[in-house]
T-cell receptor, first 116, second 112 residues
């Protein structure tokens, strides 16, 4: 069964450093997403990406964040200068289509980011 | 932003009995509701969904009920099995809008 994969599973970084989280969405999916879950809190939407551009972003997704699809398979989330409060589990998701039906998003296993 | 709420952080149910997980929402514009299940160290896994034009959707042991007037949905699992022990999230979406809005989750423990 196709699945979303994410690397690394755990990333530890120093405050102020840049990190890149990587995701390989399901191959025939067209929509890509990043969510995060701070420990003990709800899963929060960060950004959605379609046709090589951001289609929606939350207020969390400020100038420190960026996303990219550098090739036909990878989807990355970059945090330019990490803060302590960026420590969270980051989930990548992908879906076939939006609208006209339910928006079943398939999630990867997550990357745990720890900022020291 | 508490558009989707799950007021019970945890629930324990005997194996074989019915598990009922509840979710309330405040935004009447939501078109679609979904339930995800999450095991530790894994991503959320889609379970079942329901459109706002329906009041019930069933898939095997899982049934989701939607009460639009009360802005309430529930997930019924019957019979409950030990493998159902996980955190369950309800989520809501609008047609044509990619963002899923999640609740805080309910940890379900099935007691053998």
């Amino acid at each position: 069964e196709p699945e979303v994969t994410q690397t690394p599973s755990h990333q530890v970084t120093q405050m102020g450093q840049e990190v890149i989280l990587r995701c390989v969405p399901i191959s025939n999916h067209l929509y890509f997403y990043w969510y995060r879950q701070i420990l003990g809190q709800k899963v929060e939407f960060l950004v959605s990406f379609y046709n090589n551009e951001i289609s929606e972003k939350s207020e969390i997704f400020d100038d420190q964040f960026s996303v990219e699809r550098p090739d036909g398979s990878n989807f990355t989330l970059k945090i330019r200068s990490t803060k302590l409060e960026d420590s969270a589990m980051y989930f990548c998701a992908s879906s076939e289509a939006v609208g006209g039906g339910y928006n079943e998003q398939f999630f990867g296993p997550g990357t745990r980011l720890t900022v020291l | 932003d508490q558009q989707v709420k799950q007021n019970s952080p945890s629930l324990s149910v005997q194996e074989g009995r019915i598990s009922i997980l509840n979710c309330d929402y405040t935004n009447s514009m939501f078109d679609y509701f979904l339930w995800y299940k999450k095991y530790p160290a894994e991503g959320p896994t889609f379970l079942i969904s329901i459109s706002s034009i329906k009041d019930k959707n069933e898939d095997g042991r899982f049934t989701v009920f939607l009460n639009k007037s009360a802005k309430h949905l529930s997930l019924h699992i019957v019979p409950s099995q030990p493998g159902d022990s996980a955190v369950y999230f309800c989520a809501a979406a609008n047609f044509g809008n990619e963002k899923l809005t999640f609740g805080t989750g309910t940890r379900l423990t099935i007691i053998p």
